[in-house]
């Protein structure tokens, strides 16, 4: 399933805070979305995966989704978002409770998806037991266990130190390499986007406005050992956002 962002403007109030966005996530790519602070990333994001209606432009998902899919965008956020009375399992299961499962089927999702994150052996922990790490490893889980078309990540990783970064960025690539799973990934970090992102959108400060967007066209398996070429891909974006980032940056800190 394809996804086609056409000419979205949204407003809070007087606030503009997108204006004429348009692009597309082609099926089986990560479109990384970057931008100042407060240009409307994470507003976006809400509006692709239906949790707010754009004043105007529209979003539209072309083709259909897999057929296994029992939510087609579903959303991993920053804070993990697990319940901590619940299991690793537990928490697994959550997403699948309303959708009618037998019981081995479920058990057949939950096992394939702990064993796709590399996750089996801690199927019986309390998320207050597991690292950050390994909670956003649980969160990834759950999102692939309702097999969704579109995967749409709200800053996946800022919570997480350097070193935890780079472990799942290779953990991420690793799974986009044996499944090719699209997802939208918002993100202020623009190492990941250029890990990450088979195309970088970015936006401009706030009203968010198309700035470039920036097809980065080398193989996600071959990028860590392409540092040159990665770099200079990260200061072209940097060059782009800039000036509005500061400007951005002392707005906030200004009122
Ligand atoms: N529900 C809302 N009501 C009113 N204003 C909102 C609402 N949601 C977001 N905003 C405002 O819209 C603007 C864009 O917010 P958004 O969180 O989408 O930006 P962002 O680019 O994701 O920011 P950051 O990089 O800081 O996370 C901000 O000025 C924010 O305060």
Redesign the pocket.
């Known amino acids: 399933m394809d996804l086609k962002i056409r000419d979205v403007g949204h407003a809070?109030?007087p606030?503009t805070?997108?204006d004429g966005i348009g692009f597309e996530v082609p099926a089986g790519r990560i479109v990384c979305i970057v931008?100042?602070?407060?240009?409307?990333?994470?507003?976006?994001?809400?509006m692709i995966g239906g949790l707010?209606r754009p004043d105007s432009g529209e979003i539209l998902q072309v083709g259909a989704p897999p057929a296994a899919s029992l939510n087609p965008l579903t959303f991993i956020f920053q804070d993990f978002a697990l319940l901590p009375w619940r299991s690793v399992e537990g928490n697994i299961r959550l997403v699948l409770e309303d959708h009618r499962l037998g019981a081995a089927e479920t058990e057949r999702i939950v096992a394939g998806v702990l064993a796709r994150t590399n996750l089996t052996e801690f199927r019986k922990a309390w998320p207050r037991q597991l690292s950050g790490g390994m909670r956003q490893r649980v969160a990834i889980a759950r999102a692939l266990a309702v097999s969704p078309a579109v995967m749409l990540m709200?800053?996946p990783l800022s919570a997480l130190d350097a070193q935890t970064r780079e472990l799942l960025m290779a953990d991420l690539v690793a799974l986009w390499e044996r499944e090719r799973f699209s997802a939208v990934y918002?993100t202020?970090n623009l190492a990941e986007a250029v890990r990450l992102g088979h195309r970088v959108i970015v936006?401009s400060r706030?009203p968010?406005r198309i700035r470039e967007i920036v097809d980065i066209d080398m193989p996600l398996g071959e990028r860590t050992g392409r540092m040159a070429e990665l770099e200079a891909h990260q200061s072209r974006l940097w060059a782009l956002i800039r000036d509005e980032a500061e400007a951005a940056e002392k707005e906030?800190v200004g009122g």
């Open positions: 809070y109030g606030l805070v997108l931008g100042p602070s407060g240009c409307g990333k994470s507003t976006l994001l809400r707010e709200d800053e918002v202020h936006l706030r968010g906030l």
